[in-house]
């Protein structure tokens, strides 16, 4: 494939699941989650914020029903970068392709409820697309997540090397590496419905996995042979990243994760004031 253009377009997934209206939405009164508060913002508007904050961001693309454009466009603004919006399909995977009609170069993919994001792990996805990766999932693993938060996750996908957690996170080179989101085409939450896993990555490929016979990279290799792409992890030190906000229980936990982020920014911040009149 050839290689993406400097700059990258952002993605956030925000439409609610066919049929039925999110329980977190539904107990703040909100139609949807992307718009529940946590940390004195709603959750898209932490994303949106951590996208925007990421060199060579171009343009974010948020994908939900066509109903919350105008209230979204208010509550975001338009840019720098530009915030535009496509209407979510019915199924991720559609949504996906939809979303990157058109697009030129990189592009990063993630969900409106993916608060804790950190601009250096946009960073680093965009970089291992320009060492050649069609390709990137950011993970985490077992103990850095947990060593962020003890209820940060439950589930973990289990490999020779390590276990890990999803990030919710991922970065293709081009509009044509991104069929691989064809694996989302029923729903991505591969740790809650396994048969979704031997459906994207394949029977022999799961059976290795779970005999603790692959590797993390390992089982991205073989799967990036049947997608004819590579594709690479990103293991993210910061265990926050794999903590999104699917429920009351991960809302608190976002909660807390957030009000210390801001607590060790302003200390930060005056620590850096000192440092400053020190020097003058």
Same mark, same amino acid.
């Given at each position: ?114 608060? #804790?994001? $950190?601009?250096?792990?946009?960073? *680093? ?7 050649? +990766? =069609?390709? %990137?999932? /950011? ?80 089982? #991205?290799? $073989?799967?990036?042979?049947?997608? *004819? ?7 993210? +030190? =910061?265990? %926050?990243? /794999? ?35 020190a020097a003058a």
């Amino acid at each position: 494939m050839s290689r993406p253009e400097a700059g990258f377009t952002a993605i956030v997934l925000s439409a609610q699941r066919a049929g039925r209206v999110d329980p977190l939405a539904a107990a703040h009164g909100l139609s949807h989650k992307c718009l529940v508060p946590v940390g004195g913002a709603p959750l898209i508007a932490h994303v949106a914020g951590a996208l925007s904050r990421t060199p060579g961001c171009r343009r974010i693309i948020i994908v939900v029903e066509p109903a919350m454009f105008g209230a979204l466009r208010l509550l975001l603004k338009d840019g720098p970068p530009p915030v535009d919006f496509v209407a979510a399909a019915d199924n991720l995977a559609d949504s996906v392709l939809a979303a990157t009609d058109g697009i030129d170069g990189s592009i990063v993919v993630t969900t409106a409820d993916n608060v #804790l994001l $950190r601009p250096d792990a946009v960073r *680093r996805m965009v970089e291992t697309l320009d060492r050649g +990766a =069609d390709v %990137a999932l /950011a993970m985490a693993t077992r103990a850095a997540v947990l060593g962020a938060h003890p209820e940060g996750q439950r589930r973990f996908y289990a490999f020779r090397d390590d276990a890990y957690s999803n990030c919710n996170l991922y970065a293709f080179a081009g509009r044509q590496a991104a069929t691989a989101a064809e694996s989302f085409r029923s729903g991505g939450q591969f740790a809650k419905k396994p048969l979704r896993l031997v459906a994207a990555a394949g029977l022999a490929n799961v059976v290795l996995m779970l005999l603790g016979r692959l590797s993390l990279a390992g089982a #991205l290799a $073989r799967l990036g042979r049947r997608f *004819r792409l590579r594709i690479e992890p990103v293991i993210l +030190a =910061d265990g %926050a990243c /794999a903590i999104d906000v699917d429920n009351e229980r991960t809302w608190k936990v976002a909660s807390v994760l957030l009000e210390a982020r801001e607590k060790s920014m302003r200390a930060g911040a005056r620590t850096m004031a000192r440092v400053i009149e020190a020097a003058a």
